[in-house]
Each structure stands twice: as C-alpha cells, then as structure tokens.
C-alpha cells in the first residue's frame, strides 16, 4: 500500500513555487549561452553554465519532493523516501502509534535493533490517508501500542 506524503497547502505551494523560478532560470541562462536573443546575451558563459547547473539541480530535488515523497507499507516494515532519502523501519521496531485526536496527526515511536533510544516520526499524512494507514499498521504492529492523545490548550495571554 502506497501513501503520498502530504506537507501542507503552503508547503507545497512553495516547493512548485520554486520549481517553476527553477523552470524559468533554466530557460533565461539556455538563451543567455546560445546568444539566441541579443538583449539576453552574457559576456560571461561559464557564469551563466554554473547558474544553469545550480538551476537544474534545485529543479530536479524540487520536483522529487513534491512528486517522489510516498510512505509504502511493504511486507518487510514501513518505507518512507523522501526526494532521495530513504529508511526502512520493521514492523517488529514499531512500539508505539500516537494520533492527535483533534487534528489526526499521526506520530510513529520505533526503534532499530541494537539502539536504546526510541525514535518519534510524525507521519505527514492526510487525515484521509493517516486513519488508512492507522488501520494498517495496527493489522501489521500487533506488538505496538496505539494511544489518542489531545494537545494541551494554548493559554490566552491577557
């Protein structure tokens, strides 16, 4: 079972946001180096090749970010990657599932084998997504607590 990671509205606008400013800079520097347009001609190519390089790059990692973060529950433990980065977390490490009663938010305590120190993952999830995966790995943990916590109210300041 596959789940797309969710960052939020503002989040995610941001990340396309730079996607597309990294869209347009690989554009104006592949005009600036072919001379193509007079008014965008640079004396200076290998300034312009570097900012085509550096556009590329922050493009592509942009781009696998929004479109390349996913959670799997595969039969070996839960995998997430995020652009490039990956880890695995075996089932048998998960002890504890928390979920934020009020907003659904879903946090994950695991624990690699030979470590002490558990450690606390908060699952970026849709509320949607986040009781299908709660369904699941409460099928796949039956070693792991699941507990519903509500956060404390912020207190006014008079």
Do not use: H
């Not at 180096?33 to 922050?58: D, K, M, Q, W």
């Not at 990657?81 to 880890?87: G, K, L, P, T, Y």
């Not at 120190?117 to 369904?135: F, I, P």
């Amino acid at each position: 079972m596959k789940f797309r990671m969710f960052f939020g509205i503002v989040k995610t606008a941001l990340i396309a946001l730079i996607a597309v400013a990294g869209a347009a800079i690989i554009v104006l520097d592949a005009i600036m180096i072919s001379g193509a347009v007079p008014a965008f001609e640079t004396a200076n190519v290998t300034v312009a090749a570097v900012s085509l390089v550096a556009a590329v790059l922050i493009d592509a990692f942009a781009l696998m970010l929004l479109f390349g973060s996913v959670y799997k529950l595969r039969e070996d433990g839960l995998y997430a990657r995020m652009a490039v980065f990956c880890d695995l977390v075996p089932y048998e490490g998960i002890s504890r599932i928390s979920v934020n009663a009020a907003t659904g938010e879903m946090f994950v305590a695991w624990r690699k084998s030979g470590e002490g120190v558990d450690t606390v993952s908060r699952l970026n999830l849709t509320e949607k997504d986040a009781k299908t995966m709660l369904t699941e790995l409460e099928r796949k943990c039956p070693v792991a607590t699941v507990d519903y916590f509500t956060p404390p109210q912020k207190k006014k300041k008079d």
